[in-house]
């Protein structure tokens, strides 16, 4: 929530002017989006308003902007056809049939809201930890490789006006900033370049020229609407697979622009607050007609490097952007595509991890294969699939790595021989632990001392109980020392003979640190 006593005069300024940069920064995105999905512009405008409004206030991390973003918008693709070709099999077509198909999208919304609403109150949020370091490089790299490849589209059919407008934007982001800081650099571009088409009349598309019937909504706000989906058995077995989808996606994406944005300003947000937030924002989106959204990067970076560092920043941008379309439609129709492209060039540049070539030098060669395949993912695929991929990939390369287990031995005497283990004993260790073993023509007494070795599995307890028992039908005594209280607990659940000793360590097995 906000809190007005911590606002200090510069930070209101800057979270104003920061704010108001995003919200002109906002509207193609959101238009664009919606036209992926093949629905109407506003629709996304609408999202932009609505969970960025809601996540302002309620979200884990101030500053974060949330809105309708490409990759909720890829997988609410498929939803729309599916839902366009029910609705024609049951003899709906013209505005009839745009408005069914968005009632399925509204549904989306709703599902996708519950899901990570429950995701934030289960307390869930804290498994962004499992993202390793070089997959978020590697993430932040392919988005802002992305961002910048998003912005390609615009040139097409476009002159030279297009690419000096661009430059003489990237120029004023890049250069401003360096004399002062008083006024954001986005909006500097934004207001002077705009003044600058207008008066010298120069041919390159505008805002305007992008959303042609953004002036039909001119005055109108979202109403509130009960989507008629909504008690729908056969529509919910429909929206359902897309929307859990939906939600995961958003989560994965928000949670990452969490965590980079942590990195940028030094300071941790909760991941679990946000998952709500955004639950509660895609919920409500639902009810007002608009489509399922998430956190969004590129123009969380632009209002974090604009110096957008709280709440207001946020809030304004979302209630910025439903004035500009509601009130203000004519002004915002003349603003430049060229600029807003110009802009999302220099957050694609200032998104990219430069630090992560030097990284990419001194780190094992594992993590750079993780950096380089997420990155790649990213870009050729979606950022969600990138993420669980890198995630897996440092599953199992940790696991790898792990999957050894030593043994030193010693004999005490002729009859008696110790066994050191050293490593941890898990579900990918045991092979190596059980070839450390000489059953056959070891001595008559065996000692099994796991003083350096933690057993993490139940995997691992097993691997203990095998290796006893076949040390026992082979007629030999044997001694387990350094077992901890959980690793005989789950052998005595299992009905194991190994017997606890005295000095057995307090570690436990799969402890959650």
Request: with cysteine.
């Amino acid at each position: 929530m906000f809190n007005i006593k911590n606002y200090k005069t510069e930070n209101i300024k800057n979270d104003i002017l920061s704010g108001l940069v995003v919200a002109v920064a906002l509207v193609p995105e959101a238009i664009a989006f919606s036209f992926i999905v093949g629905i109407n512009p506003i629709v996304g405008l609408y999202t932009a308003f609505i969970l960025g409004l809601v996540t302002s206030i309620f979200g884990g991390k101030p500053g974060m902007i949330s809105g309708a973003t490409g990759s909720v918008a890829v997988v609410l693709v498929g939803l729309a056809i599916e839902a366009t070709n029910y609705l024609k099999d049951k003899g709906l077509n013209g505005d009839d049939l745009a408005i069914g198909v968005l009632s399925f999208i509204a549904l989306s919304a709703i599902i996708a809201g519950i899901i990570q609403m429950i995701f934030g109150l289960l307390k869930l949020g804290k498994f962004i930890r499992l993202v390793p370091l070089p997959a978020i490089y590697g993430f932040v790299n392919g988005l802002a490789i992305v961002i910048a490849m998003a912005q390609f589209k615009f040139f097409e059919g476009e002159g030279w006006q297009m690419y000096l407008i661009v430059f003489a934007s990237m120029a004023i982001m890049y250069f401003l900033p360096k004399f002062t800081k008083v006024i954001p650099a986005g909006l500097v571009a934004i207001v002077l370049l705009t003044v600058v088409v207008y008066y010298t009349h120069l041919d390159t598309q505008t805002i305007g020229d992008w959303a042609k019937n953004l002036s039909d909504y001119k005055g109108k706000l979202p109403q509130f609407n009960i989507p008629d989906t909504l008690f729908n058995l056969e529509a919910i077995k429909m929206v359902l697979p897309y929307a859990v989808i939906a939600a995961l996606v958003g989560l994965i994406e928000s949670l990452l622009t969490l965590a980079v944005l942590d990195e940028l300003s030094g300071t941790r947000g909760s991941g679990n607050k946000e998952s709500f937030a955004l639950g509660l924002g895609n919920f409500t989106c639902g009810f007002f007609g608009a489509m399922p959204g998430c956190a969004m990067i590129g123009q969380s970076v632009i209002n974090y490097t604009s110096g957008g560092l709280g709440r207001l920043s946020s809030f304004v941008a979302s209630v910025g952007l439903m004035v500009l379309v509601a009130y203000l439609t004519d002004t915002l129709k003349l603003i430049p595509i060229a600029v807003l492209v110009g802009i999302m060039f220099m957050v694609s540049i200032g998104t990219f991890e430069w630090s992560s070539f030097k990284h990419l030098k001194k780190m094992p060669k594992e993590d750079a294969f993780i950096m380089v395949a997420v990155t790649i993912i990213t870009i050729f695929f979606d950022l969600a699939i990138a993420v669980i991929a890198g995630v897996i990939i440092s599953a199992l390369v940790f696991a790898w790595k792990h999957a050894k287990i030593n043994a030193k031995t010693k004999e005490l005497d002729n009859k008696t021989k110790v066994y050191e283990l050293e490593g941890p004993l898990f579900f990918a260790s045991v092979q190596s632990f059980i070839d450390n073993f000489n059953i056959k023509d070891d001595p008559q007494n065996i000692i099994l001392d796991f003083k350096n070795t933690k057993v993490l599995d139940s995997s691992g307890a097993e691997a203990i109980e095998n290796i006893y028992q076949k040390y026992i039908k082979a007629g030999k005594n044997v001694k387990i020392e350094h077992l901890s209280k959980d690793c005989i607990a789950l052998l005595k659940q299992a009905k194991s003979s190994v017997v606890k000793q005295s000095d057995d360590p307090e570690y436990k097995v799969a402890r959650d640190y």
